[in-house]
């Protein structure tokens, strides 16, 4: 199957597109793999067991010999085929459905045969009016697929011959689906691939799966040409006509339909009606086989499917059923938290505005990892969704919001404990949660990959659960990795409760769970410092139940401190295959530099500002590099230069603007070599005046210091947990 996908153009074999993903998830190992077809075919019983009750009834009641049953599907399947899953791809797989009609005025010489015509999904309407007696309306796009069978349309069938191509076309925005378009022939297939400026074309008489691109050979450079054309008759035919252009395609001159249309012979007057075209993530177009048979089933007894539903809501939206989005999931997630959100505080927009920042950073960086945004209304806001001009935001960058129930009341320290909702996102393998006044300077999508044994071009040298210390507490709340589980929110609300059940007074021996006095070498670490008790920084609040459910509930985790990593495991899944459920963990030193390419945008960051900015030389054993330099300061080491953290009162739409330097700047590439600490704010408004441009957000810089900043002076709900 991967070797399939290695056949595709390269933007398909990507692991962000929907297909890649979901090939992942369903049958990126064998046990997935049966589960998943298991499931498909349970499915495809249910369905078959429906269909014979319906006939069985119609049977029942005597009405056989009157009623016409058409079974169809809305799309094919790719299941495995190219290396791929789901649909939207003009591939065969995906395109062809079955197509069975019963209909009680067919002759017997045509029951049970089968009809390689092209047949549609716009032919499904006309063909139900004609048995109804009824004409089609004049903009229906279809034909009455009885013209194939019926011996009374012999004269029909030679005055207008059938169909022998159609036009398929699938628009998206292209981030996770890219958007195609197709002419498809008996011989050929013409793909268009438009947001990606590639074609294909394919032999499907010689190469029926399509494996083979045979675009580029020199005898086929005249049939390319005829069928872009063709193609582009069609799509203008398929919006129905030539003042009908559909938002999102390219504007195409009056004159050059004409011409296209006059090298096509054909009138752009009189087109048959021969094409099917897809309203945006609606269905696919089906190009199937009639089969035209007397209707019986076989029939196996089936379970119903089982369906959940989670709490929290799609922000701006009442539709629950996100697997009927046309948009996927990538494998992994960068994932945002925002409190205090009300209509008549808008302190809250300043976090809104760098997660903009931050998702846009992200793709300009060329992660593969869609961004979550969990959202929570205030307790005392009429709001009961989030502002439309928001919503309208956070669609155009694809964010995925969720809001969260609305509290009873609100704190800094109760917004943090949400941040464990990660554990709950299931439709991912790995979720990196960051602070909402954080951006990113690289992507870190190499943190999902060194942790997942699914990731085969990559080595699995961590563990699938990551938090990260400082130079005095052994975890910081503000970037962490989970692998999302069944059952792991429950665990940790559970784990919440049972703390407050306790009274205010936090027992800092047994914290939240764990009395480091079982052992004498029992103990925490950070960068510089150790203890055995509850007393680091935030012990009582996130940072310390983000420990607590790593090391001791999870355990399956890694732990940074500078370069050197920690892995706590509580099977023998350790690199020495040694079990450490609490003790002694596996220590690597410079585990990440061995197996990191690339470096920060702003490379002269804080780590060298720290005053340990010697260079220290290691040797390594990997295959792409020898030795390597790395700066003494562990601030340097990845996983910690990697973003930067707008903590405390340093954020950059809390101050005032003091200049407008960052319109001097014209490229990302300008800001690498120069100091992080004096340049980030610069930089974060230079990304924000980029998004003010292009998504109108309506910003007016100049009267930053009058009409913005007295409105995001201060966070809404502080700046450090009680």
Known sequence: MTHARSLLPKFLQMDKTAAVSRFRLRYGSQEHYQESMKNMYA???????????IVDEVKKQGLLDETMIIFTADNGMFN????????????????????????????????????????????????????????????????????LYLEDREDIRKERPWRDEFFYEYDTDGRYIPG?????????????????????????????FEFTDVKDRPENAKIVEEMRKRTTVLRVQAMGGLHAIRKGCPPVKMEELYRLYSMSSIDPHTLPKNTTTLANGTLSSPSSPLVAAPVETNVIE???????????????????????????????????????????????????????????????????????????????????????EDARLLDALNIRSILLPKPTMESFSDLMFEKFRVFDLLDYRRVIYLDSDTIPLMSMDYIFHLSDPLHTSTPTVLQPNIMRATQGEPANGGFFMAQPQPGAWKRIQTIIADQRSQGSNFNRRKGWGHDFQVTPDDNWHAIEKNGTNWRFYGAHVDQGLLYYVMRFVFQDSSHLLGARVETWSSRNGRPDGVSS?????????????????????????????????????????????TTITIPASPYCSPGYRDFFHFDGHSKPWQSEMSSMEFL???????????????????FWLWNLNRLNVRLEMGLNFTLWDTDILPHMKTSPLGYVPQ
């Open 302 to 388: 089936t379970m119903p499917p089982v369906v959940t539903s989670a709490e929290p809501q799609l922000a701006g939206s009442n539709n629950t059923n996100e697997e009927a989005e046309p948009r996927s999931r990538a494998p992994y997630a960068y994932c945002f938290l925002i409190g205090g959100i009300h209509e008549d505080r808008i302190a809250y927009r300043g976090f809104l505005y760098n997660v903009l920042v931050a998702t846009q950073l992200f793709n300009d960086f060329g992660s593969q990892a869609d961004v979550v945004l969990f959202l929570q209304l205030s307790p005392d806001s009429n709001l009961t969704e989030i502002p439309n």
């Open 80 to 147: 495995g085929a190219h290396g791929l899953a789901g649909k939207w791809y003009p591939y065969q797989e995906s395109i062809r459905v079955p197509l069975i009609i019963h209909d009680p005025r067919m002759p017997k010489s045509k029951r049970g045969t089968v009809n390689d015509d092209f047949t549609l999904n716009v032919d499904l309407a006309e063909t139900i009016l004609g048995a109804a007696g009824l004409p089609p309306h004049p903009d229906m796009q279809g034909r009455d697929m009885a013209d």
């Open 581 to 625: 459920t609490y003790h002694t963990p596996h220590v690597d030193e410079n585990l990440l530099w061995a197996n990191v390419e690339g470096s920060p945008l702003l490379t002269s960051n804080l780590c060298l500002e720290d005053g340990r900015s010697s260079l220290t030389t290691i040797t390594t054993t990997t295959t792409t590099k």
């Open 43 to 53: 499915l495809i019983t249910q369905v078959d067991q429906a269909c014979k009750e």
């Open 180 to 208: 195609s378009r197709a002419l498809v022939r008996k011989k050929f297939k013409y793909i268009d691939w438009y947001d990606r400026g590639h074609e294909q074309l394919f032999d499907l008489e010689e190469d029926p």
């Open 664 to 682: 001097k700047f014209t490229s990302m590439k300008e800001f690498d070599g120069r100091p992080r600490r004096n340049t980030v704010r610069t």
